[in-house]
């Protein structure tokens, strides 16, 4: 069954095509799913019974619930997802701020000498659905202020799908959130030799969500001990990219480092 949940409104509006419906019932659509964040196609009751029949054969809304919760005497609460291994997702409070932090892959292939999840290696890309899983199924969802995607994975090397995600959650007929409550990780993916483009370029071309540039040491021959990705992606080539962009307006770039 293929997911509705990740689709945007031009996506659902061909599936309306494929069954015959009008156009607004992708409108209709979205707000069923990005709204009233409903489970099953079938509670989207302003669409025809025999449609939402026929919209069944195919698709399904595709949220996945989390399988465990552990949370901390500080408020902190870590969800796994059964996303392959298994997927984590982390709700921080700050206050009046509610923050998740959501995973982009089932592991990760930079492996960084610091990181769990480096350790464990790559078991694929998460889909839009599964990156829109976190931010829906959680218990805090409804008090969501500001999301990270700092999780397991290196999100630019998901950068497809984990777009998709965030134009679900900007757009207005979307969750409706401004890309500054977002803020993206990355060790700085400047080339994918699959494609010939620039993971990073495409980010900031494409998004208006902030960085963070995950650096941890300013020295190459440093940098590369801790993260060997240095090497085909060497932190130069990253500043000197992102300084082709303003940054003095609505994205703001930081720089994280191991303390």
Not at 72 to 90: C, I, N
Not at 179 to 204: A, H, W
Request: proline residues 5%.
């Amino acid at each position: 069954m293929e997911a509705l949940l990740g689709k945007n409104i031009d996506e659902l509006r061909a599936v309306c095509v494929k069954y015959g419906l009008k156009s607004f019932v992708a409108t209709q659509m979205a707000d069923w799913l990005y709204s009233k964040r409903v489970r099953t196609i079938d509670e989207m009751t302003n669409i025809s019974k025999a449609a939402r029949a026929a919209l069944s054969q195919d698709y399904e809304v595709g949220r996945t619930g989390y399988c465990d919760l552990i949370s901390s005497s500080d408020g902190t609460k870590k969800y796994l997802f059964p996303f392959g291994p298994g997927v984590e997702a982390v709700m921080i409070p700050d206050g009046d701020r509610h923050t998740v932090c959501v995973s982009s892959q089932m592991g990760c292939r930079m492996g960084c000498r610091f990181c769990m999840t480096g350790r464990q290696g790559w078991h694929g890309n998460l889909t839009p659905a599964e990156i829109l899983s976190q931010f829906m199924e959680i218990d805090e969802a409804a008090s969501l202020t500001n999301a990270v995607f700092m999780g397991m994975g290196e999100p630019l090397d998901n950068w497809d799908n984990v777009r998709r995600a965030i134009d679900v959650l900007t757009a207005p007929w979307g969750f409706g959130w401004s890309p500054k409550r977002i803020t993206l990780s990355t060790i700085g993916v400047t080339s994918d030799p699959r494609t010939g483009e620039s993971p990073l370029r495409r980010f900031m071309d494409e998004c208006s969500c902030h960085l963070a540039v995950s650096l941890h040491n300013p020295f190459p021959e440093e940098r590369a001990e801790l993260m060997p990705m240095e090497k085909p992606f060497p932190l130069a080539k990253t500043l000197s990219l992102i300084r082709e962009y303003d940054s003095t307006g609505q994205r703001r770039v930081s720089f994280e480092y191991i303390m």
